[in-house]
Protein backbone atom coordinates (compact mmCIF):
# COMPACT_ATOMS: atom_id res chain seq x y z
CA UNK A 1 0.00 0.00 0.00
CA UNK A 2 1.14 3.11 -1.21
CA UNK A 3 1.85 6.12 1.74
CA UNK A 4 -0.79 8.91 1.28
CA UNK A 5 1.90 11.35 2.55
CA UNK A 6 4.90 10.46 0.90
CA UNK A 7 4.27 8.33 -1.69
CA UNK A 8 6.86 5.40 -0.73
CA UNK A 9 5.38 1.92 -1.45
CA UNK A 10 6.32 0.29 1.47
CA UNK A 11 4.12 0.41 4.71
CA UNK A 12 3.21 -1.81 7.14
CA UNK A 13 -0.03 -3.45 8.82
CA UNK A 14 0.21 -2.61 13.01
CA UNK A 15 -3.39 -3.69 13.86
CA UNK A 16 -6.54 -5.01 11.64
CA UNK A 17 -9.65 -4.96 13.30
CA UNK A 18 -13.30 -5.74 11.40
CA UNK A 19 -16.15 -3.66 11.39
CA UNK A 20 -18.91 -3.76 13.97
CA UNK A 21 -21.71 -5.45 10.91
CA UNK A 22 -18.60 -7.56 9.80
CA UNK A 23 -18.39 -5.65 6.32
CA UNK A 24 -15.50 -4.46 6.67
CA UNK A 25 -11.84 -4.63 7.84
CA UNK A 26 -9.62 -1.47 9.01
CA UNK A 27 -6.29 -1.77 8.47
CA UNK A 28 -3.93 0.88 11.03
CA UNK A 29 -0.72 0.85 8.68
CA UNK A 30 2.37 3.07 9.25
CA UNK A 31 5.34 4.07 6.48
CA UNK A 32 8.49 2.39 7.03
CA UNK A 33 9.91 6.34 5.44
CA UNK A 34 8.58 8.86 7.08
CA UNK A 35 7.02 6.98 9.88
CA UNK A 36 3.06 8.48 9.10
CA UNK A 37 -0.04 6.29 10.38
CA UNK A 38 -2.84 5.81 7.96
CA UNK A 39 -5.98 3.85 7.80
CA UNK A 40 -7.28 2.15 5.43
CA UNK A 41 -10.88 0.15 4.55
CA UNK A 42 -11.18 -2.94 2.94
CA UNK A 43 -15.08 -4.41 1.58
CA UNK A 44 -15.69 -7.27 -0.24
CA UNK A 45 -17.20 -6.19 -3.98
CA UNK A 46 -19.14 -8.94 -5.25
CA UNK A 47 -19.19 -7.33 -8.76
CA UNK A 48 -18.09 -4.33 -10.97
CA UNK A 49 -20.89 -2.07 -11.13
CA UNK A 50 -21.74 0.34 -13.40
CA UNK A 51 -23.70 3.76 -13.31
CA UNK A 52 -26.04 4.89 -16.14
CA UNK A 53 -26.50 8.32 -16.14
CA UNK A 54 -29.48 10.21 -17.18
CA UNK A 55 -27.44 11.64 -20.19
CA UNK A 56 -26.41 7.88 -21.26
CA UNK A 57 -22.96 7.74 -20.09
CA UNK A 58 -21.60 4.77 -18.09
CA UNK A 59 -19.51 5.57 -15.14
CA UNK A 60 -18.03 2.82 -12.65
CA UNK A 61 -19.84 2.87 -9.56
CA UNK A 62 -18.74 5.13 -6.45
CA UNK A 63 -19.58 3.81 -2.86
CA UNK A 64 -17.83 6.75 -1.15
CA UNK A 65 -19.91 9.13 -3.27
CA UNK A 66 -23.58 7.15 -2.24
CA UNK A 67 -22.00 7.35 1.10
CA UNK A 68 -21.84 11.10 1.20
CA UNK A 69 -25.34 11.59 -0.45
CA UNK A 70 -26.73 9.64 2.53
CA UNK A 71 -24.78 11.28 5.18
CA UNK A 72 -25.69 14.44 3.66
CA UNK A 73 -29.39 13.65 3.83
CA UNK A 74 -28.90 12.87 7.46
CA UNK A 75 -26.70 15.33 8.58
CA UNK A 76 -27.80 16.42 12.16
CA UNK A 77 -30.38 13.75 12.65
CA UNK A 78 -30.82 11.20 15.26
CA UNK A 79 -29.58 8.41 13.52
CA UNK A 80 -26.52 6.67 14.58
CA UNK A 81 -22.95 6.12 12.74
CA UNK A 82 -23.36 2.81 12.49
CA UNK A 83 -27.12 2.55 11.07
CA UNK A 84 -26.10 4.94 8.12
CA UNK A 85 -23.49 2.80 7.51
CA UNK A 86 -25.48 -0.26 7.80
CA UNK A 87 -27.97 1.50 5.02
CA UNK A 88 -25.12 1.99 2.70
CA UNK A 89 -24.16 -1.26 3.16
CA UNK A 90 -27.37 -2.49 2.36
CA UNK A 91 -28.15 -0.06 -0.90
CA UNK A 92 -24.37 -1.69 -1.96
CA UNK A 93 -25.71 -5.62 -1.51
CA UNK A 94 -28.91 -4.56 -3.01
CA UNK A 95 -27.29 -3.45 -6.18
CA UNK A 96 -24.71 -6.04 -6.45
CA UNK A 97 -27.15 -8.75 -5.59
CA UNK A 98 -29.48 -7.69 -8.90
CA UNK A 99 -26.81 -9.38 -10.92
CA UNK A 100 -26.73 -6.75 -12.86
CA UNK A 101 -23.38 -5.09 -14.02
CA UNK A 102 -25.06 -1.50 -15.40
CA UNK A 103 -27.78 -0.01 -12.85
CA UNK A 104 -29.28 3.08 -13.92
CA UNK A 105 -28.73 6.00 -11.66
CA UNK A 106 -32.20 6.80 -11.63
CA UNK A 107 -32.85 3.21 -9.63
CA UNK A 108 -30.01 3.87 -7.14
CA UNK A 109 -31.70 7.06 -6.33
CA UNK A 110 -34.88 5.51 -6.05
CA UNK A 111 -33.67 2.78 -3.67
CA UNK A 112 -31.47 5.08 -1.48
CA UNK A 113 -35.03 7.51 -1.17
CA UNK A 114 -36.70 4.17 -0.04
CA UNK A 115 -34.28 3.24 2.08
CA UNK A 116 -33.90 6.63 3.93
CA UNK A 117 -38.13 6.83 4.15
CA UNK A 118 -37.76 4.20 6.26
CA UNK A 119 -35.05 5.38 8.97
CA UNK A 120 -35.32 9.11 8.52
CA UNK A 121 -38.80 11.41 6.95
CA UNK A 122 -36.51 14.34 6.97
CA UNK A 123 -33.30 13.26 5.26
CA UNK A 124 -35.76 11.05 2.44
CA UNK A 125 -37.40 14.57 1.65
CA UNK A 126 -33.80 16.31 1.74
CA UNK A 127 -32.32 13.25 -0.24
CA UNK A 128 -35.60 13.49 -2.66
CA UNK A 129 -35.63 17.62 -3.00
CA UNK A 130 -31.97 17.17 -3.93
CA UNK A 131 -32.26 13.67 -6.61
CA UNK A 132 -35.54 14.96 -8.09
CA UNK A 133 -34.34 18.73 -8.14
CA UNK A 134 -36.94 20.45 -6.71
CA UNK A 135 -37.36 24.14 -8.39
CA UNK A 136 -40.45 25.17 -6.50
CA UNK A 137 -42.35 24.97 -3.17
CA UNK A 138 -45.42 22.89 -4.56
CA UNK A 139 -42.50 20.43 -5.14
CA UNK A 140 -42.05 19.96 -1.03
CA UNK A 141 -46.33 20.26 -0.90
CA UNK A 142 -46.14 17.13 -2.37
CA UNK A 143 -44.13 15.12 -1.54
CA UNK A 144 -45.03 15.93 1.90
CA UNK A 145 -48.52 14.86 1.50
CA UNK A 146 -47.42 11.25 -0.14
CA UNK A 147 -45.75 10.50 3.26
CA UNK A 148 -48.97 11.73 5.12
CA UNK A 149 -50.79 7.83 4.98
CA UNK A 150 -47.81 6.42 6.64
CA UNK A 151 -47.95 8.71 9.64
CA UNK A 152 -51.41 8.64 9.91
CA UNK A 153 -51.73 4.94 9.60
CA UNK A 154 -48.86 4.66 12.31
CA UNK A 155 -51.84 7.29 14.49
CA UNK A 156 -54.52 5.07 13.71
CA UNK A 157 -53.04 1.60 14.06
CA UNK A 158 -51.74 3.34 17.72
CA UNK A 159 -55.42 4.14 18.86
CA UNK A 160 -54.22 7.92 19.06
CA UNK A 161 -56.61 10.60 18.03
CA UNK A 162 -55.47 14.23 17.51
CA UNK A 163 -58.65 15.48 18.96
CA UNK A 164 -57.73 13.84 22.09
CA UNK A 165 -56.14 15.11 25.06
CA UNK A 166 -54.36 13.05 27.11
CA UNK A 167 -54.84 13.49 31.02
Known amino acids: M ?18 EDGTAIR ?17 VQLRELNVIKADGRRVPFDRDKLSR ?15 QERLVNGLVRQLEASGEQ ?9 LAMDALREV ?7 FASVYRDFREV ?17 DASSGK ?6 P
Open 2 to 19: RCPFCGHDDTQVKDSRSS
Open 27 to 43: RRRVCSVCTQRFTTVER
Open 69 to 83: SVRVALRKRPVEEER
Open 102 to 110: DISSHRIGE
Open 120 to 126: DGVAYVR
Open 138 to 154: EAFSKILADMNPITGDA
Open 161 to 166: NDSQET
